[in-house]
């Protein structure tokens, strides 16, 4: 348990973690590194596994095999009190027949901090609820609770603070403003701060890093703009934003460019991937494709573009969005940013979606056990 | 027009009876408050025949009544101490921990309740026939425990039901162990839910005249004088007693509230 | 260079193997914690059930003591002899038990449903009577429905009672009584049961044209049954062995099991025959409530 001496950080890395619950299982073999004194975000949606992860690193949950590791330390079956980890809960926890004082001073005085007066001022201060001391959880607002909860997790200087979901039943604006607030915390304090969440624009606001979660694994780990720009599967491009995904054979190669053919329109897709006769599918989003007219001349850069018809036009203030459907019966969204011109195209229109190669992105194939939606190639025969 | 008045009328109608029953149930007890001012014409303190404040200037005047009343404290305090701890280490087990034999052990703790308290009585003291043991204030109290304990596992068990799991989660968090985690939070939270099972027991206790009847022997507790009274001539001094019972009882609930929302600082239930 | 924490006794066990031992232990029973109460329940609830079914089928006297001598006619004699007074037992426990549903669930609905912030005042007065003791409080019904009370003389009035009717010393105190002295035991699990409905559901109901009497018969009634079958027990399985109610408020001829359970052992010291009497109104209520369980599931009940 930290001592109060110098703070030492160390990376927390997950070898190997595994968790099963009977039959189910919730997390399979885990391989991640979380660097020291970066913020850190799981993302996924619910029963991906995300925050029996995060209960593993605290020690309410011991893994059925792997390893928790701070460092070269291993804390895997370490209990939660032993760990120089915090955790700030969904539900705040906070203890209801205590003061918020006595909440924020629990950690301190668990380990013999004798005078907490002042520790507990200046983290109050930090939260932003000075002089609520003396009060109880029950006559606190949501926000001001969860406040409390980072307060009573972040005044034991832990290496590793979780979050689970703690913004999750705050309304919209209050969690913008808490989404700021914990980040600059994590700034001046330094710790390395674990999120856990299945908001994925909360997720990229606030994390230097993201790894993606599904069912049990990490599909995808990266900077926000990497996952955003490059995602690497259809599950990963759909989670964080929208995206729309082509399928399609690989046909040719144009120098650096692989051609993909999609029922019958060749497209470029930079890079080499699949070989020729393969299946290669790939995504584009709706904010980097425009709606040409069809007898428009087309941009030597916009080179590739799918004809289809406007099947709808829906102007939400941002932008305007159009969905196009196209030959083979697929519906492709674009989003036009709102810069004051008039729409581009009309229901009914028919139109060109185009794109410039370089804002495409490889997909790649789905396995069976990984699927969110099933491959082509591997429709079975529904009920 | 009348719709309106209809509709109103069917809405308070309901709390309108709801307040008569309630009215009802009060009877009985304005009377026992009522007679304890009688000056009783004869034996039997059934007409009202004058006003009075002698019974309760001196309510321990009538022989035996509180000695009677100080039997029944004495056993209520025992069998209330020894019933709420083995109710709430039950409480604490069923709750808790799932385990194979959990429903059937459920189960034995609910029997009891279900029994006709003629029956279990009755068991008893064919138990202590049986065993040829003479029957007195310590099968009283025997006795007392074994119908309380099932009434404070309930009681307990509705407590610790709602108890948020992730409060000891967090306090381990925290750096409390196991130890530090039950004293600090679970029996602070688990406190008011023992509070109450032990005063149901008490006041079950206190009250009880049927087990009590079947096991005392010679021994007299307060119920059992009123019992004997009622052939003989009930005075108005058990009356008293009767009305400092409701009032204290009325007083410790009202107490009770008035802590529990001094330690939550909740304003509603 | 990443400093290291000296490794401390004892050395950590696998994680697996450490899982599977927690798991097991949430297996087994937390001795500690029920072995104590459970000892009290099997010593002083079944072994007592147990000599009380043997006491029953011995014969002898307290003079020449008793022996187990498996004598089941003892059951035929009890019932023979005392076929009115079971029979009787469960017709006022009956009448008593539907009163007390009358009565009590429009209490019940009104404390749920439209006493608003007065409901745990109104909760607490539903159990405050019963603060006073039971014996009292019976007396107390002696004095109200005395033969020159105004109950008698409003009864009289009205035309309900003769000119020389009485309520005293007559069934229909004895069923009066035992309805006001278990009427709690029904309420509070009409209560807990009525509290637990979603108002919006009844919202739902009159939204989709139902009338108010509709949607009670519907929605809430259906609902409130783990309550009624609750309540229902906890009233009729006591007021069928009381007899300190028509003690003090019947007469002779109107006894109850339990007056004549509580005699034989007590004053006439017929052990036998009172326990069989006893092990009869006890399965009766076994009965019943296995029944009762099985129509509506027992995880209400525990």
């Known amino acids: 348990m930290p001592d109060g001496g110098p703070r030492r950080l160390r990376d927390l890395r997950l070898a190997g973690l595994r968790k099963t619950f009977g039959d189910f299982v919730a997390v399979d073999d885990l391989d991640l590194t979380i660097p020291a004194g970066s913020f850190f975000a799981l993302l996924g949606p619910s029963g991906c596994g995300k925050t029996t992860t995060l209960r593993m690193v605290a020690g309410l949950e011991l893994p059925t095999s792997g390893q928790v590791l701070l460092g070269d330390e291993d804390i895997s079956t370490l209990r939660p009190y032993k760990r120089p980890v915090n955790t700030v809960f969904q539900s705040y926890a906070l203890f209801p027949h205590l003061t918020i004082e006595d909440n924020v001073a629990f950690g301190l005085r668990r380990r013999g901090v004798k005078d907490t007066k002042r520790a507990v001022g200046e983290m109050l201060e930090l939260v932003e609820l000075s002089g609520f001391g003396r009060r109880k959880p029950g006559q606190l607002s949501g926000g001001q609770q969860q406040r409390v909860a980072v307060a009573r997790a972040l005044i034991n200087e832990p290496e590793v603070l979780l979050l689970d979901e703690p913004l999750g039943a705050l309304d919209l604006k209050l969690r913008r403003q808490m989404q700021l607030e914990l980040k600059s915390i994590q700034d001046r304090v330094g710790s390395t701060f674990v999120h856990v969440t299945h908001d994925q624009e909360e997720a990229m606001t606030m994390a230097d890093t993201i790894a993606v979660m599904h069912s049990g694994r990490v599909e995808q780990l990266g900077t926000p703009r990497d996952l955003y720009e490059r995602p690497v599967s259809r599950y990963v491009a759909n989670f964080l934003g929208q995206s729309n995904c082509l399928d399609g054979t690989v046909v040719d190669r144009d120098g650096a460019d692989t051609v993909v053919e999609v029922h019958g329109v060749r497209l470029a897709l930079p890079g080499r991937h699949a070989s020729p006769g393969r299946p290669q599918s790939f995504g584009v989003r709706p904010e980097k494709a425009v709606v040409l007219a069809s007898s428009a001349t087309p941009d030597a850069a916009l080179r590739n573009g799918v004809p289809g018809t406007v099947m709808d036009v829906s102007f939400t203030g941002l932008s305007t969005q159009y969905v196009v459907r196209t030959s083979w019966g697929q519906e492709l969204a674009v989003f036009a940013q709102n810069d004051g011109a008039d729409a581009a195209a009309h229901r009914g229109d028919e139109v060109v979606v185009a794109w410039r190669p370089e804002h495409a992105f490889p997909l790649r194939e789905e396995s069976p056990a990984g699927a969110s939606e099933p491959a082509p190639a591997l429709a079975t025969a529904a009920p | ?269 | 260079m990443t400093a290291v924490l000296p490794r401390e006794a004892p050395p950590t066990e696998p994680a697996a193997e450490q899982e599977a031992e927690a798991r097991a232990a949430r297996r087994r029973p937390p001795w500690l914690l029920l072995l104590p109460g459970l000892l009290w329940l099997a010593l002083f609830f079944l072994v007592p059930m147990l000599t009380l079914a043997s006491t029953s089928l011995q014969t002898g006297s307290l003079q020449t003591g008793y022996s187990l001598t498996w004598t089941w006619s003892t059951y035929s004699d009890a019932w023979s002899t005392y076929g009115d007074q079971l029979v009787r037992s469960f017709l006022y426990a009956g009448s008593a038990t539907v009163l007390a549903l009358l009565i009590g669930y429009p209490l019940a609905y009104a404390i749920a449903f439209k006493a608003g912030r007065w409901r745990n005042l109104m909760l607490v007065l539903v159990i405050a009577p019963f603060f006073t003791s039971f014996l009292i409080r019976t007396l107390a019904w002696k004095i109200v429905l005395a033969d020159q009370g105004w109950v008698v003389g409003a009864l009289q009035w009205i035309g309900l009672l003769g000119e020389n009717g009485r309520l005293l010393a007559t069934p229909a105190a004895v069923v009066l009584g035992l309805t006001y002295n278990f009427l709690p035991f029904m309420v509070l699990p009409l209560y807990a049961s009525l509290e637990k409905i979603d108002p919006r559901l009844l919202e739902a109901a009159t939204d989709l044209y139902a009338t108010p009497a509709r949607a009670f018969w519907a929605v809430t009634w259906p609902l409130s049954i783990p309550g009624v079958v609750a309540g229902t027990l906890l009233t009729f399985i006591p007021a069928a062995g009381d007899y300190v109610n028509v003690q003090f408020l019947g007469n002779p001829g109107s006894q109850m099991i339990g007056n004549v359970i509580q005699s034989r052992f007590l004053t006439v010291l017929d052990y036998p025959v009172a326990a069989a009497l006893s092990i009869t109104v006890m399965l009766t209520v076994l009965v019943l409530v296995l029944s009762y369980v099985r129509r509506v599931g027992a995880k209400e009940l525990l």
């Open chain 2, 1 to 269: 027009m009348i719709v309106r008045t209809v509709r109103a009328a069917r809405k308070h109608l309901v709390l309108a009876f709801g307040v008569l029953v309630l009215l009802y149930l009060f009877l009985p007890v304005f009377v026992v408050v009522a007679f304890s001012f009688n000056d009783p014409a004869g034996r039997f303190n059934f007409s009202w025949s004058g006003f009075t404040l002698d019974s309760w200037r001196d309510p321990c005047s009538v022989p035996g009544m509180c000695d009677s009343v100080l039997l029944s404290l004495q056993i209520g305090v025992i069998a209330t101490l020894v019933a709420t701890l083995l109710g709430t280490l039950l409480a604490f087990g069923l709750v808790r921990h799932s385990f194979r034999g959990r429903a059937g052990t459920s189960l034995l703790v609910f029997l009891p309740m279900a029994t006709p308290e003629v029956v279990m009585g009755a068991s008893l003291l064919t138990l202590f026939v049986n065993a040829g043991v003479a029957t007195g204030f310590w099968t009283i109290v025997i006795a007392h425990i074994l119908f309380t304990v099932s009434f404070v596992v309930v009681t307990v068990k509705a407590r610790l039901a709602g108890f948020d799991s992730r409060l000891e989660e967090a306090a381990m968090d925290l750096y409390a162990d196991e130890w530090q985690t039950f004293r600090r939070i679970t029996l602070p939270l688990a406190a008011p839910g023992i509070f109450a099972g032990a005063l149901l027991a008490f006041a079950l206790s206190f009250d009880d005249f049927i087990i009590t009847n079947f096991n005392s022997g010679n021994t007299i507790t307060f119920p059992m004088y009123v019992w004997g009274a009622a052939q003989r001539g009930v005075p108005p001094e058990v009356n008293v007693i009767g009305t400092g019972m409701f009032l204290l009882a009325l007083l410790l609930v009202g107490g009770a509230e008035v802590v529990r929302k001094a330690r939550t600082g909740a304003s509603t239930g």
